[in-house]
T-cell receptor
Framework: NAGVMQNPRHLVRRRGQEARLRCSPM?????VYWYRQLPEEGLKFMVY????????ESGMPKERFSAEFPKEGPSILRIQQVVRGDSAAYFC???????????FGPGTRLTVT | GDSVTQMEGPVTLSEEAFLTINCTYT??????LFWYVQYPGEGLQLLLK?????DKGSNKGFEATYRKETTSFHLEKGSVQVSDSAVYFC?????????????FGGGTRLMVKP
């Protein structure tokens, strides 16, 4: 059973461009969480999704950020008009249900130049 | 809101030394508590967990006890190895389950020298 997969592993964008980060959960997992890790800091919760539904987006900035988890395909975290402050590692985690531990992917390291 | 505070690093130890990384938390309910480890360039791996007061989580020689009276979950290992060098994160999840969002501490970098 493959683990949580994220791609790309590294992404470089210029200010003002869009960034799309993908997360494929483990097989059988329908719950996905996104976290952001700023340099030298801990992880901060952004959004929690189930298939086709956003359950909790309380940690996601209101502007420029959006997330989806369609019926088919990976979960996508989209950042429009990136700024230097968006540079961070973005981690995805999945679980088979909300009462089970989360399994983390290797992360996508976004650099905004 | 919930929060987790852990000792700042880096913590530098010689091989076979005793390790303690302090972690305290603030929560409104009865959280589950976790320690995650992050090796360079990788994602987080669950190291151990405890779901109720006085539970002891243990794995790979590491252990931590859920202390409700002191709201703490300190990580310990009796004899560290070079391969234990990593960043360690303390975290909690409310509602006494493992699935809801995790609140993390700032992380503690451990460096073990041969």
């Amino acid at each position: 059973n493959a683990g949580v997969m994220q791609n790309p592993r590294h992404l470089v964008r210029r200010r003002g461009q869009e960034a799309r980060l993908r997360c494929s959960p483990m097989k059988g997992h329908s719950h996905v969480y996104w976290y952001r890790q700023l340099p030298e800091e801990g992880l901060k919760f952004m959004v929690y999704l189930q298939k086709e539904n956003i359950i909790d987006e309380s940690g996601m900035p209101k502007e420029r950020f959006s997330a989806e988890f369609p019926k088919e395909g990976p979960s996508i975290l989209r950042i429009q008009q990136v700024v230097r402050g968006d540079s961070a590692a973005y981690f995805c985690a999945s679980s088979p249900n909300p009462f089970y531990e989360q399994y983390f992917g290797p992360g996508t390291r976004l650099t905004v130049t | 809101g919930d929060s987790v505070t852990q000792m700042e690093g880096p913590v530098t130890l010689s091989e076979e030394a005793f390790l303690t990384i302090n972690c305290t938390y603030t929560a409104t309910g009865y959280p589950s508590l976790f320690w995650y480890v992050q090796y360079p360039g990788e994602g987080l791996q669950l190291l151990l967990k405890a779901t109720k007061a006085d539970d002891k989580g243990s794995n790979k020689g590491f252990e931590a006890t859920y202390r409700k009276e002191t709201t703490s979950f300190h990580l310990e290992k009796g004899s560290v190895q070079v391969s234990d060098s990593a960043v360690y994160f303390c975290a909690l999840s409310e509602d006494n389950n493992a699935g809801n969002m995790l609140t993390f501490g700032g992380g503690t970098r451990l460096m073990v020298k041969p």
